[in-house]
């Protein structure tokens, strides 16, 4: 049985010698490498989803709501509240995590004979879920300080003319936000080439110190914003993702979402979470004071440090990022090397997990310069 391989059965030639994606799982005490929100979900809101999931149970006989309403209605009401834009149920769609979201855009708007293009480095997934969905991925340019070179991205844009746009913002792995100014005018390039999606990727957005930018889908059917539930809401392990957007474009990923793709489990789970926004945010905002605590003392210290405006931070420079990354584990210390030449990333964990990870790093003393 071990003898045959995947490139031995006749899968797809793009499939061919691939890798599946996934960060390095490691038993190690510090985990700082998949920008997980360190605290568990508190004690209330786990009674709750016990009470909601229990009720849940009764009726799993059934399938689930298949439109998913009360959890759209809440999710809208969120983002209403935390954004001061209005939306409703019709502008937003859930699905198993924003992977999953930005699977049905690109069964959407893109596959086979369509093309999509982000601005690298950023969420890989972007050009991975692209490639299983038949769509051909076209790496934009990115500037050397890691911010969207707007004159270089509308080029290419203009010349590439892909069918889908993603900006990431706050981008990943680097952790930049990108500008409402940028987003708008790349919108406009992307609209000027051929109408084409533009997905911004908000998956970081709550820990930004920047506004989101829900706002921008007034009048712009083409533009959809992604969010998570897997950040902000500590809730990686739900896997619930969702957008907002125009509710045409609602419509319009219903044409290839699976029936009844989110279980009647996750719909409750996920709408206790949102009984409890705003303990969860309260989270962020001791997250955010982590980051920027880590971006000084990682200054200090004499790293770079790009600026960040999520719960991660990207430092360096290293000759060998991955020879620093083996030695931060070494130290019981696990963060991500995402393969930025000379650059790593580490998430904001509790304040132990930051001080152990600074104290890792302080005598490595194996940056440059
Ligand atoms: N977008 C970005 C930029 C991310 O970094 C991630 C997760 N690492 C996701 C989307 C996907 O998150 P999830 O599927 O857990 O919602």
Same mark, same amino acid.
Not at 96 to 115: C, D, K, M, W, Y
Not at 220 to 239: D, E, H, I, Q
Not at 253 to 278: C, F, G, I, K, N
């Given at each position: 049985?071990?003898?045959?391989?995947?490139?031995?059965?006749?899968?797809?030639?793009?499939?061919?010698?691939?890798?599946?994606?996934?960060?390095?799982?490691?038993?190690?005490?510090?985990?700082?490498?998949?920008?997980?929100?360190?605290?568990?979900?508190?004690?209330?809101?786990?009674?709750?989803?016990?009470?909601?999931?229990?009720?849940?149970?009764?009726?799993?006989?059934?399938?689930?709501?298949?439109?998913?309403?009360?959890?759209?209605?809440?999710?809208?009401?969120?983002?209403?509240?935390?954004?001061?834009?209005?939306?409703?149920?019709?502008?937003?769609?859930?699905?198993?995590?924003?992977?999953?979201?930005?699977?049905?855009?690109?069964?959407?708007?893109?596959?086979?004979?369509?093309?999509?293009?982000?601005?690298?480095?950023?969420?890989?997934?972007?050009?991975?879920?692209?490639?299983?969905?038949?769509?051909?991925?076209?790496?934009?340019?990115?500037?050397?300080?890691?911010?969207?070179?707007?004159?270089?991205?509308?080029?290419?844009?203009?010349?590439?003319?892909?069918?889908?746009?993603?900006?990431?913002?706050?981008?990943?792995?680097?952790?930049?936000?990108?500008?409402?100014?940028?987003?708008?005018?790349?919108?406009?390039?992307?609209?000027?080439?051929?109408?084409?999606?533009?997905?911004?990727?908000?998956?970081?957005?709550?820990?930004?110190?920047?506004?989101?930018?829900?706002?921008?889908?007034?009048?712009?059917?083409?533009?959809?914003?992604?969010?998570?539930?897997?950040?902000?809401?500590?809730?990686?392990?739900?896997?619930?993702?969702?957008?907002?957007?125009?509710?045409?474009?609602?419509?319009?990923?219903?044409?290839?979402?699976?029936?009844?793709?989110?279980? *009647?489990? #996750?719909? =409750?789970?996920?709408? +206790?979470? $949102?009984?409890?926004?705003?303990? @969860?945010?309260?989270? %962020?905002?001791?997250?955010?004071?982590?980051?920027?605590?880590?971006?000084?003392?990682?200054?200090?210290?004499?790293?770079?440090?790009?600026?960040?405006?999520?719960?991660?931070?990207?430092?360096?420079?290293?000759?060998?990022?991955?020879?620093?990354?083996?030695?931060?584990?070494?130290?019981?210390?696990?963060?991500?090397?995402?393969?930025?030449?000379?650059?790593?990333?580490?998430? *904001?964990? #509790?304040? =132990?997990?930051?001080? +152990?990870? $600074?104290?890792?790093?302080?005598? @490595?003393?194996?940056? %440059?310069?």
């Amino acid at each position: 049985m071990s003898d045959v391989r995947i490139d031995d059965l006749p899968v797809r030639d793009e499939l061919r010698g691939k890798s599946p994606y996934g960060a390095p799982q490691l038993d190690v005490p510090v985990r700082l490498n998949t920008n997980e929100n360190p605290y568990p979900l508190p004690d209330p809101l786990v009674e709750r989803i016990a009470e909601r999931v229990r009720e849940a149970a009764r009726h799993l006989n059934r399938y689930p709501d298949r439109d998913a309403v009360e959890l759209r209605t809440r999710l809208a009401e969120y983002l209403t509240k935390t954004s001061g834009y209005e939306v409703g149920p019709a502008n937003v769609w859930a699905a198993n995590g924003s992977n999953e979201v930005i699977q049905q855009l690109l069964q959407t708007f893109g596959g086979p004979g369509r093309t999509a293009m982000g601005f690298e480095p950023s969420y890989s997934m972007h050009g991975l879920i692209s490639r299983g969905t038949g769509t051909g991925w076209i790496s934009g340019p990115r500037g050397d300080d890691f911010t969207i070179d707007l004159e270089a991205a509308e080029k290419a844009i203009v010349e590439y003319r892909p069918d889908v746009v993603f900006i990431t913002t706050p981008n990943n792995p680097t952790g930049n936000a990108v500008s409402r100014e940028t987003v708008l005018a790349l919108y406009e390039a992307a609209q000027s080439a051929k109408p084409s999606m533009v997905v911004v990727d908000e998956a970081y957005i709550e820990f930004s110190h920047g506004d989101s930018l829900l706002s921008l889908i007034e009048g712009r059917p083409n533009l959809v914003v992604s969010r998570t539930m897997s950040k902000a809401f500590g809730a990686a392990g739900l896997r619930l993702g969702y957008l907002a957007a125009h509710p045409a474009v609602v419509d319009a990923v219903q044409l290839v979402r699976l029936p009844y793709h989110l279980s *009647a489990v #996750t719909q =409750a789970t996920a709408l +206790a979470a $949102l009984e409890h926004t705003d303990t @969860l945010l309260g989270y %962020v905002e001791q997250l955010k004071a982590e980051r920027d605590r880590l971006v000084e003392e990682l200054r200090a210290i004499g790293y770079e440090v790009t600026e960040s405006d999520a719960n991660f931070v990207q430092f360096g420079r290293f000759d060998d990022a991955h020879e620093v990354w083996q030695k931060i584990l070494d130290r019981g210390v696990l963060v991500r090397d995402n393969g930025v030449p000379g650059w790593l990333r580490v998430t *904001a964990g #509790t304040p =132990a997990e930051n001080d +152990a990870f $600074l104290d890792a790093v302080r005598d @490595l003393q194996c940056f %440059v310069g």
